[in-house]
């Protein structure tokens, strides 16, 4: 189709589906290639090539003083049809034809709109591209056009497919689907739009593919038997189809044949659009479809231009080498033929074309302008080339872009001069939407998001629900719609398509082997870890003083454990140490009372009143054992119970060795031995043996302080508080010393044990000190054992059991004579004269 003009554009479009290749040996008279199948779209998109092209010569404002013509060629959907048109086109190698009374010859071409194929474009692109003759496509959307090193002419008004790409990850993000099966076709679109999706699927991190196959060409039902097998074994909801009509087609009649249901599609801009797929046939499978469409648009006037396509007319009746004819869309559109009809035609029913068939009158999508996308396309392309040869005409001289500030002109104009131009261009279309190309030749990239709308009445409808696209500002944006998308499920509402369900807080992902990333298991975080939001790759271990919650999503304060006074075992010792220190307090006040009566006097009372109040602080410094740990709590807890025990075990050595001193007095020649016992030496060796004891203590606090300390080793997800000691040899050393005073008193005390006397105290600090070292010696392998908080329960029970053995050993049977055997309080009782003898 061709029309005069000062510029001509050229153009590629599909006006016939199939294509027949005449024997090209050399034994037969060559013929030319027949295509068949007419395709109405594809005529109206050449149609509004046509149509850009008259409005812009009708402009004034927009290239004034020059006519466009156009020169447009049908691909018949083949590669090699496509590659010969184009090259006609560039290199004037076409038939001559006659544009005009005047004029024969091939006219110069400018710039290609097309192709509509991503495969041809590359082709055509990567030969035409040598001249740097620009080409604007409408419909190919192939990210390797954008390789501006490979295709430094080519330009689109369609996004390339690596936005296409983003865009369906953002619809499946925006749904939570993490788990689809993606179907392409064996050309260059679906294999770079699969190896695009691929890779910028795994980089957003919001799902991976259960499968990817490849849909066949032609007849191939075995393949494709296997291939819908794969979607109906498959755990994925949603299919993702980068393929086109004709792909689909052949897979839906075996969808249909399986009977697979229950599948949501997602349909790439080749067939987001398909009304060959919208039947009620097929509207159960494919009803709820989401589909990424070109951008619609409205071209005022398109219609009435249509409308004026009469078969009569000169200029749609000239046809030279397949060049498409007016009479096939008429044959076409109104099913019948012109004369001479085929043979059998008019026997059969057929009638014949009058030419006068008014086509409002007739049903045809030819005519339904309301949903305008690859028309647009076109519209826009047309109208770059025109905006960037004005501005290249507008140029003032001296001021040009090219050597010497030169500018272009008309008479001799170069393909690569608009090529500069076209990189510039940017307009707003009468719909409102900016035209303009990036770095890579692609178009500002949006698309309209479609619904497959499945009607009670059996009718299909196509809604638009959103839209996607990209800006310099806010980046790429997806906008939805969710109130008006149609759920072909009987929850009419979205699918959940994963793997794996999503890992709650507290667990981690754990891949399972051999399976894509998006199936994992949910493993629990072990202990002292958490995991605080859903879908954690590994858990994050606790600060040192926290503790994972039974959940694991949050770390709790640890638990402490000490010795408290709030707990039954610290009542209960507390309660013990108490009462010991009042019974010692009583059992003082009760000596004090009687200090006059013998038995009293008879046991070196001094050193009685001493015992006591050396018990009553044994008592009491068991209660710095009890109570969350403290510096001055450890600090003094050992040092005072170490005094006080040699302080108490002291006592009972000096009134040993006072009974054994006496007793060797009252033998002839021993009285001289009394001397070195008397009150004064008795205090002074108490005092210097507890001294003894106060330097260990001082110089084990100087050295090596016990100190408060956390200790973790005993519970993992508690605290325990307790007293280091600091020095072991001290500690050694201040129990030795106890254990070695203690053992002294118990031999010496052991000595004087049959000594005659009716009351020998000798006996009663024998039986004491057996108690004493026998708590003291079980202790040592019961602290070393015990955990924890235990550790001082087991140091305060041997405090208090060492020390209620030698108050009820030593002070029992006194008090017992005191308070309820008055009458053997007397001197001649305890001198063994009474008449009741022990």
């Known amino acids: 189709m061709h029309k005069t003009g000062d510029v001509i554009l050229g153009g590629l479009f599909e006006v016939h589906f199939f294509s027949v290749f005449p024997d090209l040996s050399f034994t037969v008279q060559p013929q030319q290639i027949i295509c068949h199948g007419f395709d109405v779209l594809g005529f109206r998109q050449a149609q509004t090539m046509a149509f850009a092209i008259d409005e812009i010569n009708r402009n004034n404002e927009l290239l004034p003083n020059v006519a466009l013509g156009y020169s447009l060629y049908d691909n018949c959907v083949e590669l090699g049809v496509g590659f010969r048109a184009a090259l006609s086109l560039v290199s004037g190698q076409e038939k001559q034809f006659v544009l005009d009374d005047t004029c024969v010859g091939i006219p110069p071409v400018l710039g290609i709109v097309g192709d509509s194929s991503s495969t041809r474009s590359i082709a055509i692109s990567s030969v035409v591209g040598l001249y740097r003759v620009p080409m604007v496509s409408y419909f190919a959307t192939c990210s390797c056009l954008s390789d501006q090193e490979k295709f430094p002419s080519f330009f689109r008004t369609i996004p390339s497919d690596a936005f296409q790409v983003s865009a369906m990850i953002q619809i499946l993000k925006h749904f939570s689907w993490a788990w689809a099966g993606l179907l392409v076709s064996d050309d260059d679109y679906g294999l770079h739009a699969a190896r695009s999706f691929q890779v910028d699927l795994a980089q957003s991190g919001v799902g991976c593919l259960a499968y990817l196959e490849v849909l066949p060409w032609g007849e191939n039902p075995s393949e494709l038997k296997r291939i819908v097998n794969v979607m109906r074994k498959s755990t994925a909801h949603v299919v993702i189809a980068f393929a086109h009509e004709s792909n689909m087609i052949d897979l839906m009649e075996e969808v249909m044949r399986q009977n697979v249901t229950g599948l949501q599609w997602m349909a790439s801009e080749a067939w987001a659009s398909a009304t060959v797929l919208q039947t009620p046939r097929l509207m159960p499978y494919l009803g709820g479809t989401l589909g990424i469409a070109i951008r619609r648009g409205e071209i005022p006037g398109l219609k009435e231009f249509l409308l004026q396509i009469q078969p009569n007319q000169d200029l749609f009746n000239s046809y030279e080498n397949n060049m498409v004819r007016v009479t096939q869309f008429w044959e076409h559109t109104f099913q019948c033929k012109f004369a001479p009809p085929p043979v059998g035609w008019v026997e059969a029913g057929g009638t014949l074309c009058t030419g006068r068939e008014d086509l409002e009158k007739v049903e045809t999508e030819f005519l339904d302008i309301t949903n305008l996308r690859p028309e647009y396309n076109v519209y826009k392309a047309v109208y770059a080339l025109a905006y960037a040869l004005d501005d290249m005409l507008r140029c003032e001289p001296g001021k040009g872009p090219f050597r010497g500030n030169s500018c272009a002109s008309l008479q001799r104009l170069e393909p690569w001069q608009l090529v500069h131009y076209l990189q510039k261009v940017n307009f707003t279309t009468s719909f409102g939407d900016q035209v303009s190309f990036d770095e890579n030749g692609d178009a500002l990239p949006i698309y309209d998001i479609m619904n497959w709308l499945w009607l009670p009445d059996g009718r299909t409808e196509v809604q638009t629900v959103g839209e996607v696209k990209k800006s310099a500002f806010k980046g790429e944006e997806l906008l939805l719609d969710e109130d008006k998308i149609f759920w072909n499920f009987e929850s009419t509402k979205p699918p959940r398509s994963v793997c794996s369900d999503s890992c709650p807080p507290g667990t981690r992902m754990a891949r399972k082997k051999g399976q894509p990333e998006c199936c994992f298991d949910c493993i629990l975080c072990s202990d002292g870890k958490i995991s605080n939001k859903s879908d954690s790759i590994e858990c994050t271990s606790c600060p040192e003083d926290f503790w994972s919650s039974p959940q694991r999503d949050h770390c709790v304060p640890?638990?402490?454990?000490?010795?408290?006074?709030?707990?039954?075992?610290?009542?209960?010792?507390?309660?013990?140490?108490?009462?010991?220190?009042?019974?010692?307090?009583?059992?003082?006040?009760?000596?004090?009372?009687?200090?006059?009566?013998?038995?009293?006097?008879?046991?070196?009372?001094?050193?009685?009143?001493?015992?006591?109040?050396?018990?009553?602080?044994?008592?009491?410094?068991?209660?710095?054992?009890?109570?969350?740990?403290?510096?001055?709590?450890?600090?003094?807890?050992?040092?005072?119970?170490?005094?006080?025990?040699?302080?108490?075990?002291?006592?009972?050595?000096?009134?040993?060795?006072?009974?054994?001193?006496?007793?060797?007095?009252?033998?002839?020649?021993?009285?001289?031995?009394?001397?070195?016992?008397?009150?004064?030496?008795?205090?002074?060796?108490?005092?210097?043996?507890?001294?003894?004891?106060?330097?260990?203590?001082?110089?084990?606090?100087?050295?090596?302080?016990?100190?408060?300390?956390?200790?973790?080793?005993?519970?993992?997800?508690?605290?325990?508080?307790?007293?280091?000691?600091?020095?072991?040899?001290?500690?050694?050393?201040?129990?030795?010393?106890?254990?070695?005073?203690?053992?002294?008193?118990?031999?010496?005390?052991?000595?004087?044990?049959?000594?005659?006397?009716?009351?020998?105290?000798?006996?009663?600090?024998?039986?004491?000190?057996?108690?004493?070292?026998?708590?003291?010696?079980?202790?040592?392998?019961?602290?070393?054992?015990?955990?924890?908080?235990?550790?001082?329960?087991?140091?305060?029970?041997?405090?208090?059991?060492?020390?209620?053995?030698?108050?009820?050993?030593?002070?029992?049977p006194k008090c017992y004579i005191i308070l309820l055997k008055p009458e053997r309080n007397t001197k001649k009782v305890i001198m063994g004269r009474g008449t009741n003898n022990s």
């Not at 402490?560 to 307090?585: D, N, Q, V």
């Not at 209660?623 to 025990?645: N, Y």
Request: charged share 10%; aromatic share 12%; hydrophobic share 50%.
């Open 558 to 812: 640890k638990k402490t454990e000490f010795l408290s006074y709030h707990e039954p075992l610290g009542i209960c010792l507390t309660t013990a140490s108490l009462l010991g220190a009042i019974i010692c307090a009583a059992v003082l006040g009760i000596f004090i009372h009687h200090r006059k009566t013998p038995i009293v006097r008879a046991n070196n009372s001094e050193l009685s009143f001493h015992l006591l109040v050396s018990l009553k602080l044994c008592f009491l410094c068991s209660l710095l054992f009890i109570g969350r740990p403290r510096l001055w709590t450890c600090q003094l807890r050992h040092a005072a119970f170490g005094i006080s025990f040699v302080l108490c075990v002291s006592c009972i050595l000096v009134k040993t060795v006072v009974v054994l001193a006496v007793f060797k007095a009252s033998k002839p020649g021993g009285g001289a031995s009394l001397k070195w016992f008397g009150p004064l030496q008795q205090r002074g060796t108490v005092l210097a043996l507890t001294s003894v004891q106060a330097a260990i203590c001082t110089a084990w606090l100087v050295s090596a302080s016990p100190a408060p300390h956390k200790n973790t080793e005993y519970h993992n997800d508690k605290i325990v508080y307790e007293c280091v000691v600091g020095s072991t040899v001290g500690f050694a050393v201040l129990l030795g010393y106890i254990g070695f005073l203690a053992i002294l008193s118990f031999l010496l005390a052991f000595m004087a044990r049959n000594l005659p006397d009716n009351f020998n105290e000798a006996k009663l600090i024998t039986f004491s000190m057996l108690i004493f070292c026998a708590v003291w010696v079980a202790f040592v392998p019961a602290y070393v054992s015990s955990p924890g908080k235990y550790t001082d329960a087991v140091e305060v029970f041997a405090i208090l059991a060492s020390s209620f053995g030698l108050l009820v050993a030593l002070f029992g």
